[in-house]
């Protein structure tokens, strides 16, 4: 079986080899002299040769060939491509093919690290309501004094309601907003990357959170006031709470070839996973900056409940469409 093995794995390489070869020697000159080191003929065989590389690749991945063969693959088909694609492109044009194309596929390659992360959200949800609706004092292990800003199981109805209808100076809001993105992007980068530790701190992370925002239902749920919460929370929320969980799904995808490498050495698998896991996270540092403008103004300029459930609808929409369609016709 083995000898079957390495004679394929040989074939396939006499076979393609020259191709590989000579792509390799005009990527040497292009990375040298630039695509301008190329004359007509090689700017016109480069392409073919990348097609054919990427072709060789494909088979070599299903037939399961050897692994310093792939490796080898891979690195010149990386190679290839930004001489073929990103040397051509400007940084606006691949940052739009990133917004575009590439982030959305990858969190739906990722969509089951996703409702991982959603159930563990949901479940600390529902978790920290129950056991504070039970014993209020739980409040307080699940809720910090800086996080709960003086509201408590022992504020009055008057004084939990205030802040949801508070709005605030104008001038106060930019720093605001841009301390919100900064602490939430902290908070989803951690949990990207305590997915090294197997994922399970990326989990417990995850699950105190929805224990803290289950608590702080609890309380306005004993004043009847958990729609205007909800509706004070969601507009942001719709968008940061997605932010965590992408993020924590990157960290548990990690964490998930960490234990289950399949038919990768687990470092290879570990590489793989975290290159593809990155990605995501860059992608959702955006999803933070969108959700601390609009908690740091929105939410702050606007105390009227329909237009905050309106702004919850048009968040709830606008990342279904986007994650669901965006780059699907390239996948």
């Given at each position: 079986m083995s000898g079957d093995f390495d004679l394929k794995s040989t074939q396939f390489r006499e076979e393609r080899q020259a191709r590989w070869v000579e792509l390799e020697l005009l990527i040497d000159r292009a990375e040298v002299k630039g695509l301008?080191?190329?004359?007509?003929?090689?700017?016109?065989?480069?392409?073919?040769?990348?097609?054919?590389?990427?072709s060789s690749l494909s088979v070599a991945r299903s037939i399961s060939l050897d692994r310093g063969l792939l490796i080898y693959l891979?690195?010149?088909?990386?190679?290839?491509?930004?001489?073929?694609?990103?040397?051509?492109?400007?940084?606006w044009a691949m940052a739009w093919d990133f917004i575009a194309r590439e982030y959305p596929?990858?969190?739906r390659r990722h969509w089951r690290e996703l409702a991982v992360a959603v159930g563990l959200l949901a479940l600390g949800v529902a978790c920290g309501f129950a056991m504070t609706m039970d014993a209020p004092e739980r409040y307080y292990t699940f809720v910090s004094d800086g996080m709960a800003g003086g509201r408590t199981p022992?504020?009055?109805?008057?004084?939990?309601?205030?802040?949801?209808?508070?709005?605030?100076?104008?001038?106060?809001?930019?720093?605001?907003?841009?301390?919100?993105?900064?602490?939430?992007?902290?908070?989803g980068i951690m949990a990207f990357g305590l997915g090294f530790a197997a994922g399970v701190p990326t989990a417990l992370l995850i699950?105190?959170?929805?224990?803290?925002?289950?608590?702080?239902?609890?309380?306005?749920?004993?004043?009847?006031?958990?729609?205007?919460?909800?509706?004070?929370?969601?507009?942001?929320?719709?968008?940061?709470?997605l932010a965590v969980c992408l993020c924590g799904a990157a960290g548990l995808a990690v964490g998930k070839?960490?234990?289950?490498?399949?038919?990768?050495r687990r470092r290879d698998a570990v590489g793989l996973s975290g290159r593809r896991a990155a990605k995501v996270v860059l992608g959702t540092v955006g999803l933070f900056f969108i959700a601390g403008l609009i908690e740091g103004f929105f939410r702050?300029?606007?105390?009227?409940?329909?237009?905050?459930?309106?702004?919850v609808a048009s968040t709830t929409l606008l990342w279904v469409v986007y994650f669901g369609f965006a780059g699907r016709e390239e996948a």
């Amino acid at each position: 079986m083995s000898g079957d093995f390495d004679l394929k794995s040989t074939q396939f390489r006499e076979e393609r080899q020259a191709r590989w070869v000579e792509l390799e020697l005009l990527i040497d000159r292009a990375e040298v002299k630039g695509l301008h080191g190329l004359d007509d003929d090689d700017l016109r065989t480069l392409p073919a040769l990348y097609r054919s590389l990427i072709s060789s690749l494909s088979v070599a991945r299903s037939i399961s060939l050897d692994r310093g063969l792939l490796i080898y693959l891979e690195a010149l088909s990386a190679r290839a491509y930004v001489i073929v694609y990103a040397a051509r492109r400007g940084l606006w044009a691949m940052a739009w093919d990133f917004i575009a194309r590439e982030y959305p596929r990858e969190v739906r390659r990722h969509w089951r690290e996703l409702a991982v992360a959603v159930g563990l959200l949901a479940l600390g949800v529902a978790c920290g309501f129950a056991m504070t609706m039970d014993a209020p004092e739980r409040y307080y292990t699940f809720v910090s004094d800086g996080m709960a800003g003086g509201r408590t199981p022992t504020s009055t109805c008057e004084e939990l309601a205030a802040p949801l209808f508070d709005t605030a100076p104008a001038v106060e809001l930019a720093p605001f907003a841009s301390y919100l993105f900064s602490h939430n992007a902290g908070i989803g980068i951690m949990a990207f990357g305590l997915g090294f530790a197997a994922g399970v701190p990326t989990a417990l992370l995850i699950f105190t959170n929805g224990l803290t925002l289950g608590a702080f239902v609890a309380i306005y749920q004993a004043c009847d006031l958990q729609v205007s919460l909800w509706l004070w929370l969601l507009p942001h929320g719709v968008t940061e709470l997605l932010a965590v969980c992408l993020c924590g799904a990157a960290g548990l995808a990690v964490g998930k070839s960490l234990l289950l490498p399949g038919r990768y050495r687990r470092r290879d698998a570990v590489g793989l996973s975290g290159r593809r896991a990155a990605k995501v996270v860059l992608g959702t540092v955006g999803l933070f900056f969108i959700a601390g403008l609009i908690e740091g103004f929105f939410r702050q300029l606007v105390a009227n409940e329909l237009s905050r459930l309106l702004m919850v609808a048009s968040t709830t929409l606008l990342w279904v469409v986007y994650f669901g369609f965006a780059g699907r016709e390239e996948a």
